[in-house]
């Protein structure tokens, strides 16, 4: 595809149920990044992908946040028993992973998940 | 503890102004420094920094690098309201550490 995609776009859901939030890297970028930027903050890093590697999974704030990578493409961020505090916006980016260009993160749009 | 701080975190000018605008680092793995620029949820790429004293340009947008003073500046000339955004700056390698940005906003 032209760029990375995200869905759903915006996702409500009733405290203590379980979210998947998707991501579809750019064709052929072997690393994928989940963030998440609560209202008024910085980016947070939650996880990182890279290739058939382990992921780096030292950013997840507590053990109900999960991520998969299928395939080397397609990932799934998935929060459990979701808090009111998980509202934010969930963005995925992906890079290549070849030298310099490694940093070089493109972002997909984001998921705003709403814990009511 | 990494830490990647940003200012001002906010600031109004007018069209036709210049700003500057600051990122100092305190990452324990660096490799480069990014500037994005954020209008509504996806930050869009502006630059990558990794060597001290490289200004990088694009148009009306600059930035360099200062790795002795683990510093950044991404300055913006000719101010127009499209420039309207929040300014990200992180510092890393794989997990880069973002700062809160600041918010820009260009008045007619």
């Known amino acids: 595809g032209a760029g990375v995609s995200q869905s759903p776009s915006n996702k409500v859901t009733e405290k203590g149920k379980d979210v998947e939030l998707r991501c579809d890297p750019i064709s052929g970028h072997t690393a994928l990044y989940w963030y998440r930027q609560s209202l008024g903050q910085g980016l947070e890093f939650l996880i990182y992908?890279?290739?058939?590697?382990?992921?780096?999974k030292s950013g997840l704030p507590s053990d109900r946040f999960s991520a998969e990578r299928t395939g080397g493409s397609v990932s799934t961020l998935t929060i459990q028993r979701t808090q009111q505090e998980d509202s934010a916006v969930y963005l995925c980016?992906?890079?290549?992973?070849?030298?310099?260009?490694?940093?070089?993160?493109?972002f997909g749009p984001g998921t705003r998940l709403l814990v009511l | 503890e990494d830490k990647v701080v940003q200012s001002p975190l906010s600031l109004v000018v007018h069209e036709g102004d210049t700003v500057t605008l600051n990122c100092s680092y305190e990452?324990?793995?660096?490799?480069?420094l990014l500037w994005y620029k954020q209008e509504k949820k996806a930050p869009t790429f502006l630059f990558m920094l990794t060597s001290s004293g490289i200004e990088k340009k694009s148009g009306r947008l600059s930035s360099i690098l200062d790795k002795k003073e683990l510093f950044s500046i991404l300055n913006i000339t000719a101010t127009q309201t499209g420039d309207s955004a929040v300014y990200l700056c992180?510092?890393?390698?794989?997990?880069?550490?973002f700062g809160a940005g600041t918010r820009l906003t260009v008045k007619p």
């Open positions: 992180a510092g890393g390698v794989n997990d880069m550490r």
């Open positions: 990452v324990t793995n660096f490799r480069s």
């Open positions: 992908f890279q290739g058939n590697s382990a992921p780096d």
């Open positions: 980016a992906s890079s290549l992973a070849t030298g310099r260009s490694r940093e070089t993160q493109y």
